[in-house]
């Protein structure tokens, strides 16, 4: 059997790809030295998704901390627990060596009391001039109709203008309840985005499916990442998805409740669409996935014991490198809780949101791998 490839080298058959996918197991794990985390941005709000601009700066999407208003709906997890209230605590952060500065404003969020695990801006990408937003929602998006008779749209692209005026743009939940792409419980949470040159491409966290957006906000379905027996029995919940070097697209998931360890997967998915093939797997709660400049393929893990604290207490996420030869490298990071997201700078450095889930203690932090 041939060894577990690396992300890096990713052009193989199908057949050798599924080959691969089955033996998770039996790849090698290998430890490497700490570096220095470097906190260059806190006081952050549940930050998630971060990107470079073409200014150079650094972008973070503050997904809030919800607020006190009448407008609410229940946790998706916990649906007898407090509600989820709306608040304009949404924001997004330019990060730059002068400083961070909050330069939108007012996007739309929602949490429980404590502000924390906020449902708001959740990924942020850079194209065509502007900026894009993917605002989630999670659940059946027919519980947005209070906010949307308010004119607040949750679920949905937004654009954002170089002065920093916004504006709703797509409604992607929408899409979830005329077509339902995986056949499942109507549910949607737009989650990860990546803006390409002729189209945008997100996952829908709620729906399990890798969605398009063509440039007149017509939406497609990519890829369904369809319920799958482990055991337990788990939902994919997609949640990353970004361009390989060989021009696919690479989609990393979180896996549903109860959150098994070593049970995530990565895909790949072609770039015209098709049916999700795992590539490498044996991870828990994959965040993000992202290439660095030499082509090799890093893993985030949002929280590395399984989320549920009857699987484990700790909060500590996972930085892994998948290596040319197939082995992969746990990269320690001490004080790395509950991140969010991840960007390799034109640095060469990796940076990272980090207490993604907090409201006022958010951060993002630069290490070089």
């Known amino acids: 059997m041939p060894s577990t490839p690396s992300l890096r080298r990713i052009v193989l058959t199908a057949s050798c790809l599924v080959a691969i996918a089955l033996m998770s197991h039996a790849r090698a794990v290998v430890q490497a030295q700490a570096p220095t985390l470097q906190v260059i941005a806190s006081g952050l709000d549940n930050p998630r998704g971060l990107a470079f601009g073409t200014d150079g700066a650094l972008y ?37 060596a002068s400083g961070q500065q909050r ?27 502007r900026a894009f937003v993917t605002v989630g929602f999670g659940g059946n998006p ?18 954002v203008l170089p002065n920093g005026q916004w504006d709703y743009v797509v409604d992607i939940s929408a899409y979830e309840v005329a077509n339902n792409p995986d056949g499942g419980a109507i549910d949607s949470n737009p989650y990860g985005l990546r803006v ?9 966290a709620g729906a399990n ?24 029995p788990v939902q994919s919940v997609p949640t990353s998805v970004t361009e390989g070097p060989d021009g ?13 360890v070593g049970a995530a997967r990565v895909y790949r998915v072609p770039a015209s669409g098709g049916t999700p093939v795992p590539v490498i797997g044996g991870f828990t709660n994959i965040i993000d996935v992202a290439f660095s400049s030499s082509g090799l393929g890093y893993v985030l893990e949002h929280d590395a014991d399984g989320i549920i604290p ?25 004080g790395l809780v509950k991140p969010g997201n991840m ?13 993604s889930i907090f409201p006022g203690t958010g951060e993002v932090v630069r290490l070089v791998p």
């Open 343 to 355: 960007a390799f700078g034109p640095d060469g450095a990796l940076y990272i949101t980090n207490r």
């Open 142 to 159: 027919a519980g947005r109709a209070p906010f949307e008779a308010q004119g607040i749209r949750f679920g949905t692209l937004v654009r």
């Open 209 to 232: 499916a890798l969605l398009q957006i063509s440039l007149n906000g017509n939406i497609s379905t990519l890829a369904v990442f369809p319920n799958r027996v482990v055991p337990p």
């Open 196 to 204: 390409l040159a002729d189209r945008a491409v997100v996952t829908d």
């Open 310 to 334: 009857a699987i484990g207490p700790g909060v500590a996420g996972r930085l892994i490198r998948v290596n040319a030869d197939g082995s992969q490298t746990v990269i320690p990071t001490p």
């Open 103 to 129: 330069v939108v404003t007012g996007l739309p969020s929602m949490a429980t009391p404590d502000g924390m695990n906020a449902t708001g801006p959740h990924d942020i990408d850079f194209g065509l001039g």
């Open 248 to 260: 696919s697209l690479y989609v990393g998931e979180l896996t549903g409740a109860p959150f098994p």
């Open 60 to 96: 973070v999407v503050e997904a809030g901390r919800g607020g006190s208003s009448t407008l609410c709906t229940p946790q998706v997890e916990n649906p007898t627990g407090p509600l989820r209230c709306y608040g304009p605590s949404g924001a997004i952060t330019r990060i730059t």
